[in-house]
């Protein structure tokens, strides 16, 4: 790929992060089939069960739109993942919670997850020292920061 533009390589890299995670979460037997999207958030989710988490919050926390955030959540709704509730502060506001069931799962395959993501990270890392990874993350990190302003 010649090009001199940062961009699409970027976008590239994510989607072929994207489509490997899709394969490989579809290919395991003994979760139940996931998006790399959804288990990313079901994941969110399950760290961080101590705060409470609206649906306005995942556009940004995950930087997708209002859009694909509704209909993320809608999917994880139906299919009993998650639940949505009002918040008994503003009933605008909706509250995202793993259901009990879906914390049982995320939690016995905690491991499974983290491994996976590992080892796709791993892969995408490959051939590249660790100061070189550090300096990878270090720069995407700023690149993030800088399109925030």
């Known amino acids: 790929m010649k090009n001199d533009q ?4 970027i976008k590239a890299v994510n989607t072929l992060f994207e489509r490997e995670l899709d394969n490989q979460l579809s ?4 979760v139940p089939y996931l998006t790399g999207t959804q288990a990313r958030l079901l994941g969110y989710l399950l760290t961080h069960e101590d705060t409470v988490v609206y649906q ?3 556009e940004n926390i995950f930087y997708l739109s209002r859009p694909t955030i509704n209909g993320l959540v809608k ?6 993942f998650i639940t949505v509730l009002p918040s008994p502060e503003d009933k605008r506001f909706k509250q995202v919670q793993l259901t009990q069931k879906t914390r049982e799962q995320m939690q016995a395959h905690q491991k499974d997850f983290e491994t996976l993501f590992a080892q796709i990270e791993e892969r995408m890392t490959q051939g590249m020292s660790q100061s070189d990874v550090q300096k990878f993350r270090e720069l995407l990190e700023l ?6 302003k």
């Open 6 to 9: 940062l961009g699409p390589l």
């Open 27 to 30: 290919a395991a037997n003994d």
């Open 56 to 58: 306005r919050d995942l």
């Open 75 to 80: 999917r994880l709704r139906e299919n009993h």
């Open 143 to 148: 690149s993030v920061r800088n399109l925030q």
